[in-house]
């Protein structure tokens, strides 16, 4: 009796597991229709973003910012960054760190910590940093000057940091290079830009520096990456068209194989096809010369 009980609990508790988990995923993929919010200089906050003060009902609660002193800040891998543009059709946000903000030129390190950068990879909200393949900069801590050392010459003096027997440098990483501190060093933090162009910039001067972290970066985001995510899948793109649309790479497996089989099977349709019509070209002419060779040898007897 126990056991039967026992049985019909876990069943139920099953079944309400599955119904939680169903309500969860429809709330997550329902688009409640709310007008779009601003804040400052951002005035087209809408689906999937909302603002902490919007109904509880607007938005998906992943992409949540907040907006401070008329600021619109999104938080990530403890790092805080304005949001300076939202591109909808494109679905990309550009950041800005709010430690290198113009109004704030404070004499400070990025907001987040060493892993912010590749936190954009990791988080299940966004696709990664757009249009940078990989570039940043580093920010190095040392215990000593190393400014007479050979590769110094791409360490860039901060020199607001630099102080009380601590030396602090800037090093520009492109495409995610090899970078081997010296050993009185450690990188401190890091801060992705757009992709450099300019080759004057893996030497740039501190100035420099300072107005490429102002410009900010491009990141991408993804309803569909975020919800292959969450179920441990990856994401690929289905359509180019703008907006850029995703699916699951196990289901973009399985739509190949199908879109592969269809194809094949186009062929092979195909090809009966042809060969039907060359077949009964044949033996249209073979008839054809038949009956007139019968004609001609009637012909002939006559």
Known sequence: MRTEESKTASTILYSLLIFLTFIKAEARNYKQVCSSSSCGEINN??????LRSDPSGCGDPDYELSCVNNKTILEIFPGKYYVKNISYEDQILR???????????????????????????????????????????????????ISSL???ANHTTVPCLTRNGSYVYVVYDGDYSYYNPQPSCSVVSLAPVDLLHDINYKFPSYEAVMELLEAGFVVGWSLECRDCSLAGKSCVVKSWDKPLTYIC???YKELTRTQGNLIIAGIVVGGLIALLVIIAILVFFVRKYRTRRNASSSTEKN
Do not use: H, M, W
């Open 45 to 50: 906050i809408s689906y999937p973003f909302r």
């Open 95 to 145: 950041l800005v760190d709010v430690n290198f903000a113009n109004a704030n030129r404070s004499c400070s390190l990025p907001s987040g910590s060493v892993e912010t950068t590749d936190g954009f990879v990791k988080d299940f909200r966004f696709r990664g940093v757009v249009a940078s393949l990989g570039s940043r900069f580093r920010f190095v801590k040392c215990s000593r000057n």
């Open 150 to 152: 050979q590769d110094a």
């Open 249 to 251: 790479e196990r289901e």
